[in-house]
C-alpha cells in the first residue's frame, strides 16, 4: 500500500468528499468490543460501526472462513450458481418462517446495502402494484368503490429512515435527508409511527399498494413499534391487498434479540410480513444487503397466478456484486456464531442489564432509556445543554459522543437528543460496567459544571 506525508486528517479534507460529519478518530485496528486508534488508544466500541460488526471485531471463525474463502473464489457474478449464496438463502428463510419445510416459504435476492436492499422493496411494490389485479378498494364505511387500473403508493413513517439512494430519501420519512434533493420520487406517503387512526386513513387511498415500516426505528431514535400496530398494519394489508414490508436493515438478525425484530415487539410468530429487508449486521461488516420475499399468490392481470416471490424475474433486477460467494460465506459463518454462541439470548439478557446500568445512574441528564435487546438509546434532558454550559451550537447528542470518546467509549448519536448504544451481540457484562461508568463519570462531570 502506498503511503503518504500528510495525516490521515488531511488526506480526507483534501481529497474525501465530505458527505460525513466525522469524529475526529482515526481507526486502525478492533478486536472483539474493541478498537484502537492510530496512537494506539483503545476505545470500548459501542457503536459497532452503527449496528454492524455484530460479533465483534475480528472474530476468529469468520476471519478464518473469510480468509479460506478468499483463496478460493471471492467474486464470479450472478450469471452463474455458487454454493455459500444458495446456502446463504436457505438460512435466511429459514429466519423468518421456522418450520422444519421450509420450500416454497419465500425466497432470497442479494444486494449490497440497505439502501439497495429497500430499492428491491420498493420495486417489488410497484410490480405488484402495476402488474397485480387491484382489489376493489373500499371506503372506510366499506361500501366498495371502482378499483384503478394499477397502485403505486407506499405508505411509510414518519422519523423512518431506509437510506440515501433517491429511492431511499423518497420513502424516508424526515425532511432533513430530502433537502436539496427535489423532485422526490413519487408514490410515498408518510404517516406518523404507531399511529393507528392515521394508518387506517391513508390505506383507504385507491392507490396504496405497501407499507414500509421499520419495527424498531433506528436512525429516527429508537423507538419500537408497538404490537398493536404491527397486527393492525398486517390486518389492513390482508383487508386490503397490501403488502407488508418491514425494513429490518438496522433491528434485524439478532440485535433485539430475536432473529426477527418484529417476532421480538410480538412475543409470537403471529405476523408474517410480505417482504423483509436486512444489511448492517448480516455479514459482521463485510457489505452485504438482502431481502426475503414471501411465496403467497399473486394473481396477475393476465388471470395467472405466481408466488410473490418470483415476481421480479429475470432481467428484472440485479447488480454485480450482490451476493458474492466470500461475503456469503461471511455471513453464513456469522450467523452461525449467532446461533452457536447463544447470542440472541445475550442480547435479551444483556439488553436488560444494559438499559438497568444506564437507569442505575440516576442522572438528572438523562431523560429516558429505550429500545429493545442491544438496541438502546438514552434520550437527554431538553435542558442539557443548558446545565452542560453549551452554546447552543452544537447538538447535545454530538457533545456528548465528543465527550465520550475523549474518556474512550464510541456511541452513536441519534437526531440531536439521544445517544445509542448498539455494542456487539456478545457483548459481556463487564464491558457493559465499563461503558456504563464512562457515561457516568462524563454526566457527573457535565452535572457539576451546571452546579457551579
Ligand atoms: C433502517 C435502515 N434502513 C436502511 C438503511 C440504509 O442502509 P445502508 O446505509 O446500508 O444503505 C439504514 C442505515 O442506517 C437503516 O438504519
Known sequence: MTDSPLSTRELYDRFV???YGRFDLQLVRGEGCAVWDESGRRYLDFGAGIAVTSVGHGHPRVVSVM???????????NLYYTRPQALLAELLVRLVVPDSDVEGRGKAFFCNSGAEANEALYKLARKFGNEGQSPAPRHAAGELRESLPYRREIITMLGSFHGRTLGGISATGQEKVKKGFEPMVEGFVHVPFNDGPELLAAVQAPGTVAILLEPVQGEGGVNVASPEFLRQARGLCDQHGLLLMFDEVQCGLGRT??????????????????AVSWAKGIAGGFPLGAIWVSSRPVRLKNGASIPLCDLLGPGTHGTTFGGTPLVCAGALEVLSVIEDEGLLENARVLGVYAREALEGLRSPLIREVRGLGLMLAFELATDFAERAGLDGRRPASLFLVDALHQEGLLTVPSGAQAVRWLPPLN???????????IVGRVLARLESRAEE
Open 17 to 19: 468528499i465530505p458527505t
Open 427 to 437: 457483548v459481556s457484562r463487564a464491558e457493559i460496567d465499563e461503558a456504563a461508568a
Open 257 to 274: 434479540g430475536d432473529w426477527c425484530g418484529w417476532k421480538s415487539i410480538l412475543g409470537t410468530d403471529e405476523v408474517l410480513p410480505d
Open 67 to 77: 480468509r479460506e474463502q478468499l483463496g478460493k473464489l471471492v467474486h464470479t457474478s
